[in-house]
C-alpha cells in the first residue's frame, strides 16, 4: 500500500469489524488523506460508499498469535504504522482468563508493529466502564470521574493500562498512550458485539411482528435511573482527538453524549419511531428472544431486509445488563473537554432517532 501523502499518518486499527473500530476507521478516511489505515480484524470491514477504500488495508491473523501478527503486518508494510488504535476484545466468563487473553492482545500488537519495523508515535486503548466497576451491577459513585480509583483486579483494563501501558512508557517506549472510557456505544453497524442502538431497534421490530407492545424488559430500578450513552462517531472522533492532542499523551478520558437520561422518559419516544404502543415495564430476562429467529427470518422475507444471520445483529446478554442495572450511572467528561475536545453535546434522544432511521434506510430494520 503506498502513501499518496509522505507526510500521512497510518493508523492500525484492531477489532475493524466492531462498532468502535469500524467507527474509527471511518474518522480515519473522512480526513481523506490525512491518515491511511491498516485494518486487523476476524471479519471483513465492509466499507461500501463510506470512505476511499484505496486508503485501507485489511489483514487478518489470530491477535493471540504473535507470530502470525507480526508476519501479517511484515507483508502488509506496517512500517509505515505511526498510530495504533486497539479496540479489539475477547470477553471469558473467567475475569483472569479475559485479562491474560486481552492483554496478550495488545502485548502481541504493540510488540510485532515495533518487531516489523514500525516508528509509533501513539498507542490508544478502548476501556470503559468496568474501570469503575459497572460490570459488577452493584450501586457506583457519580458521576464517574478519571481519578476514582479502579476496582480491586482481575479487570482487564487495569491490566492494559497500568500493567502494560504505563510500564512501557516508564520504561523509556518511545511513544505516548491513551484511553477512552466511553458508556455504551450507539452506532450503525451490523455483526458488532455490545451494539446498544442496533439490538434496541431488532427488539422493537420483532415485537411490533409479533402484535406486542414495546415493554420495557428490565428492572424498575433501570427504569427510573439516570444513564448517559456515547454516540460511536463521537467516540471515533474522540480517538482520534486523544491519539494526536499531546495534552492527552499518557493519561485516560471519560466520553459520553454529554446529556443524562432515564429510560422511563426516552421509551416513549422509541415506541413513536417505531409507531407502536406501550405498557407498563416488567422485567424479562431477553434470553426469551433467543428463539425469535424464524420471527425475523419472516421479517427480512417480508421486507427485503439485509439477510444477515440473526445472532449477528443483536447481543441481547448486553441489553439484559443494561436494562438491568440497578442504579444511576454517568461520567463526568471536562476532563476531555480541558484538552480542547468540545463535541460532547449531542441529543442522545436524537441520536438514538437518527441510527434507528439509518438502520431503516440501509434496509437492516423494517
Avoid at 471536562?334 to 434506510?361: P, V, W, Y
Wanted: glycine share 6%; with cysteine; charged share 20%.
Amino acid at each position: 500500500m503506498s502513501s499518496k501523502a509522505g507526510g500521512a499518518r497510518v493508523a492500525l486499527v484492531t477489532g475493524a469489524s466492531g462498532i468502535t473500530g469500524r467507527h474509527c476507521v471511518h474518522a480515519c478516511l473522512k480526513r481523506n488523506e490525512e491518515w491511511r489505515v491498516i485494518t486487523l480484524a476476524r471479519r471483513d470491514l465492509q466499507l461500501g460508499g463510506e470512505g476511499a477504500t484505496d486508503q485501507v488495508q485489511q489483514v487478518k491473523a489470530d491477535l493471540l498469535d504473535k507470530g502470525a501478527v507480526e508476519a501479517a503486518l511484515r507483508q502488509a508494510g506496517a512500517e509505515s504504522v505511526t498510530h495504533v488504535f486497539h479496540c479489539a476484545y475477547l470477553m471469558k466468563k473467567a475475569p483472569k482468563e479475559e485479562c491474560e487473553v486481552n492483554l496478550s492482545m495488545l502485548k502481541n500488537v504493540v510488540e510485532a508493529a515495533e518487531a516489523a519495523g514500525a516508528h509509533l508515535q501513539h498507542v490508544f486503548c478502548m476501556e470503559g466502564g468496568k474501570w469503575y466497576g459497572q460490570h459488577l451491577s452493584t450501586p457506583l459513585k457519580t458521576p464517574h470521574r478519571e481519578d476514582d480509583p479502579p476496582i480491586m483486579p482481575p479487570m482487564f483494563y487495569f491490566d492494559l493500562q497500568a500493567l502494560y501501558l504505563e510500564q512501557r512508557v516508564e520504561q523509556g517506549a518511545p511513544w505516548t498512550w491513551s484511553a477512552l472510557r466511553p458508556n455504551p456505544v450507539c452506532g450503525f453497524s451490523t455483526g458488532s458485539f455490545m451494539n446498544l442502538s442496533t439490538s434496541l431497534a431488532m427488539y422493537a421490530s420483532i415485537c411490533k411482528e409479533m402484535g406486542l407492545p414495546l415493554r420495557f424488559p428490565g428492572t424498575v430500578d433501570a427504569w427510573d435511573s439516570l444513564v448517559d450513552v456515547t454516540d460511536a462517531d463521537l467516540l471515533a472522533e474522540g480517538m482520534l482527538h486523544c491519539a494526536t492532542t499531546p495534552a492527552c499523551a499518557n493519561q485516560a478520558f471519560n466520553i459520553c453524549n454529554g446529556d443524562c437520561f432515564r429510560w422511563k422518559d426516552m421509551w416513549p419516544r422509541f415506541a413513536e419511531f417505531f409507531e407502536m404502543g406501550t405498557a407498563p415495564p416488567v422485567h424479562t430476562p431477553l434470553q426469551v428472544m433467543a428463539d425469535k429467529g424464524e420471527v425475523w427470518a419472516a421479517l427480512v422475507k417480508k421486507h427485503g431486509l439485509q439477510d444477515t444471520p440473526y445472532n449477528q445483529l443483536a447481543t441481547w446478554q448486553f441489553v439484559d445488563f443494561v436494562f438491568t442495572y440497578p442504579a444511576s450511572w454517568f461520567s463526568t467528561v471536562n476532563k476531555l473537554r480541558r484538552t480542547g475536545f468540545h463535541a460532547m453535546c449531542i441529543d442522545s434522544d436524537a441520536m438514538f432517532a437518527s441510527l434507528f432511521q439509518r438502520l431503516r434506510e440501509e434496509k437492516v430494520i423494517p
